[in-house]
């Protein structure tokens, strides 16, 4: 019989014609603004960024090198140029409370006018006042205190020694206070004569003692009263002092910033505690005599006056836009540091740094998700965020340590942003399945297609996409040609005639190598010889594990016919998947078939070396045979099928038209053409169904062809859904057109048999049967007759047990 048409030349691989531009090369095309092919994630992510409601953040998800991370930062940074800069974070020192420092807010700009404005006055307040504790004016005031209180401190002393004098005793001062010694005759008595006087008078003088007791006593009440108020006299000095040095400084700040509450409420608290703290101004002469500890410790305890400048927009333009691309916990959330003193390590409220949730605050974070998810805790601490709008700065110990330690407690800060997520679909669907936070916090998705029509437009945007990178990445510019070279290109990484591939990490590639090859040919632009070359070159660094294979089929070590025919055996296509280069290569598939009742037995699937779909295809080959078959016998076989040669695992039904037609070759005993390999599965109906990877599979077997030499009977045999996926390589679509190879689709298992088979596949007729002479009709018979054997067979098993039981009745 006649075979099938093939496909037609033109249709096994799409061209580009460079004529159709209306541009000389990518110099005189507009750079690319935005991105191609992406209507969808474009609209998604448009909506996504307007939406201002808690939980609508954004997860990007698809494949490598669809430009995701690229896009979002483009729309970020463009929506976030149109927002107001947010405000600044400073931490303060927290006078009632240490250990928990303060956060002051305020507008963009104002934080770093803060802290140069109390530096200064930190700095001016240390040359003022030991200037006006050194001044003559001082002195004399300080001086008619201490003077006054010592007149007082003489005056009682000396009406206490009157007193005291006229009882009998003598007053001595000590460095203990004051003791009494009884005199007589204007003598101090010793303990010995003291003693030896009658007990009348000793008696007395235990009387007077009590009583001059009590006075000195009062006596030193009131010196110790008027040297308290001789104190507080130089205290309420030293204040008016430093309220004179400090108090119109900081009441001009006050004015400043009196817009602020929360700033006046920190000055208000800042100028008691200089008031209360002047000593740490006033040790200028002794810093030179003092040891370096003490040195440090006045510095270290004027640090309390700083400034931290937590988060400075000064220089910002519109919302912030982060992109951590390395999100611990600490990157994330922020951390409080410790540094080395004197052998302790020790922190204060200076020490405390900003992570990037603070620095995106009022912005936008963009994330990689796997790489959030494989920090420790920076998930949990991201989701907790969102959910409590707050950041507490704490670090990890604290959190999961067996010890908690005395550490800083910072007052947490507001947080509002939109978070931009960045991962795969299967992270995606993982998160919101087993993740109940997911779905609440990441209500937009934006997916990224790994493919986009191949129109007009979308070819002109692709040549604007190499003129911005050619600009932006100083390559030379691409003739019409090269540009038409990528654009076929991209057709044969989306495996679709009438698709282009949005993985431009990959197109990116091939610009950048091709613009090497050029740069080694002296040539001024791309031209599409290059691209050629660049395309090549990239197959050849990573084919090796394919030439060796094509080596082996060369050398007869892997068993593979390209000519005659033979009973039960056909050539399968499979793909081999490296990563980095996926390739096609043949595969002999073998049927044997006998009188049995297994039904149908698939090596590899018995032996685990298959897929959960390569195992389900098998199951479906027995569906094929009831259906067609058992209409008329009971399917009374067994048949094994086995992929020869494969050691490594089979998965996918690609495979399973090429399994029937062994298995209806070894049943018809017709053989097969060996010339002709087969891809495509098949439903229960007999009807093809398309694969994938169709191209790389025929370049495969057409690469074994021509090692053992092209016949021109020599071919593939393609599901007719496929055609349109044929992106094959220039010298397959030459061989065709020359008629040294051909393409053959097929819609049904029928026609794959008369393409294979030579032989009429057969029409079930109206009685029942198939026509004599053909396929259907063979098979048929070899079941019927192993129907017959194994009725015979059972009739021969239940006479013999007849003659058994006659036997033993006679006995």
């Known amino acids: 019989m006649a075979l099938l048409p093939e496909v037609p030349v033109d249709a096994l691989r799409r061209t580009c014609d460079p004529t159709t531009f209306d541009f000389n090369s990518t110099e005189e095309v507009e750079p690319l603004q935005g991105i191609i092919g ?58 009632r409370d240490p250990a928990q420092p303060r956060v002051l807010c305020l507008p963009c700009g104002k934080g770093y006018g803060l802290s140069q404005d109390l530096a200064e006055l930190i700095e001016e307040l240390q040359v003022e006042i030991p200037r006006a504790f050194g001044s003559d004016d001082y002195e004399k005031q300080k001086n008619d205190i201490i003077r006054e209180f010592q007149d007082r401190s003489t005056q009682l002393v000396e009406e206490l020694t009157q007193r005291a004098a006229a009882l009998g005793f003598s007053i001595r001062r000590t460095s203990t206070g004051f003791v009494t010694v009884p005199v007589i005759d204007g003598k101090p008595l010793s303990s010995e004569e003291y003693e030896a006087l009658p007990v009348e008078v000793k008696e007395e003088i235990d009387r007077k003692s009590t009583t001059v007791q009590f006075d000195v006593r009062e006596t030193v009440r009131r010196v110790q009263q008027a040297e308290r108020e001789a104190r507080e006299k130089i205290k309420k000095l030293d204040a008016q002092v430093g309220l004179f040095c400090a108090g119109h400084r900081i009441d001009a700040l006050r004015e400043k910033y009196q817009e602020y509450p929360q700033v006046l409420e920190y000055l208000e608290a800042l100028k008691q505690d200089i008031l209360n703290n002047l000593e740490l101004f006033r040790g200028e002469e002794e810093e030179h005599g003092s040891p370096p500890w003490a040195r440090h410790s006045r510095s270290s305890a004027l640090q309390k006056y700083k400034v931290n400048l937590f988060i400075d927009r000064r220089n910002c333009c519109g919302a912030p836009v982060i992109a951590e691309t390395n999100p611990t916990y600490y990157n994330l959330v922020g951390r409080i540091e410790h540094e080395n003193e004197w052998g302790f390590l020790s922190t204060n409220f200076l020490m405390i740094r900003p992570g990037a949730m603070h620095r995106a605050n009022g912005g936008f974070l963009i994330l990689q998700a796997r790489d959030v998810l494989v920090n420790p805790f920076s998930w949990e601490a991201l989701k907790r965020v969102l959910k409590t709008g707050q950041l507490t700065i704490e670090n990890m110990g604290e959190q999961y340590g067996l010890i908690p330690l005395a550490s800083l407690k910072p007052e947490p800060i507001p947080i509002s942003l939109k978070v931009v997520l960045i991962g795969n679909p299967l ?10 936070d997911f779905r609440k916090l990441f209500k937009i998705r934006v997916d990224f297609d790994t493919e986009m029509e ?53 197109l990116v590639e091939i610009l950048y190598e091709a613009d090497a090859w050029a740069a080694l040919d002296g040539a001024r632009y791309v031209e599409a010889r290059h691209v050629q070359q660049a395309i090549e070159e990239k197959h050849y660094r990573s084919n090796r594990v394919e030439e ?208 294979l088979t030579g032989m009429e596949p057969g029409e079930r007729l109206p009685e029942g049967g198939y026509a004599p002479g053909t396929v259907h009709y063979r098979v048929l018979e070899k079941l019927k007759t192993y129907h017959k054997k194994l009725q015979a067979k059972e009739k021969g098993e239940e006479a013999e047990g007849e003659t058994e039981k006659e036997v033993a009745a006679a006995q």
């Open 38 to 95: 992406q209507e969808r994630a474009v609209r998604a992510m448009e909506f996504g960024l307007q939406v201002e409601k808690p939980g609508y953040n954004i997860f990007i998800t698809g494949l490598t090198g669809t430009g995701k991370m690229s896009y979002a930062r483009s729309i970020v940074t463009q929506v976030a140029a149109q927002r107001p800069t947010p405000d600044d974070w400073c931490y303060v020192y927290n006078f």
């Open 427 to 436: 992270l995606y669907h993982l998160l919101y399945e087993y993740d109940e």
């Open 548 to 755: 060796k294979i094509q080596e082996m089929f060369g050398r007869g070590e892997l068993l593979v016919d390209t000519d005659g025919r033979v009973i039960g055996q056909v050539n399968g296509l499979s793909l081999v998947d490296l990563g980095d280069y996926v390739f096609g290569r043949p595969s002999r598939i073998t049927a044997a078939t006998g009188l049995g009742q297994r039904g149908v037995v698939h090596i590899e699937r018995e032996t685990k070396m298959s897929g959960n779909i390569h195992s389900k295809g098998v199951l479906i080959l027995s569906g094929y045979l009831a259906a067609k078959y058992a209409q008329e016998v009971p399917l009374n076989l067994s048949a094994s099928l086995c992929f020869e040669q494969l050691y490594t695992g089979v998965d996918g039904d690609s495979a399973s038209s090429a399994e029937l037609y062994a298995l209806l070759s070894s049943l018809a005993e017709v053989p097969l053409d060996q010339g002709i390999a087969v891809t495509g599965s098949i439903n229960q109906k007999g009807e093809i169904q398309p694969v994938g990877g169709v191209t790389a599979k025929i370049e495969g077997f057409f690469r074994v062809c021509r090692l053992k030499g092209l016949t021109g009977r020599q071919g593939v045999i393609i599901p007719y859904q496929n055609v349109h996926n044929l992106m094959l390589a220039e010298e397959v679509v030459e061989a065709c057109r020359q008629g040294l190879f051909h393409i053959y689709p097929v819609r049904t298992v029928d026609e794959g048999l008369a393409i």
């Open 454 to 506: 191949r129109s007009r437009e979308n070819v002109r945007k692709l040549a604007q996409f190499i003129s911005f990178h050619c600009r932006q990445q100083n390559l030379r510019h691409f003739d019409r040609g090269a540009v038409a070279k990528v654009v076929e290109y991209s057709s044969r990484l989306a495996e679709d005639q009438e698709k282009l591939s949005t993985r431009f990490n990959e």
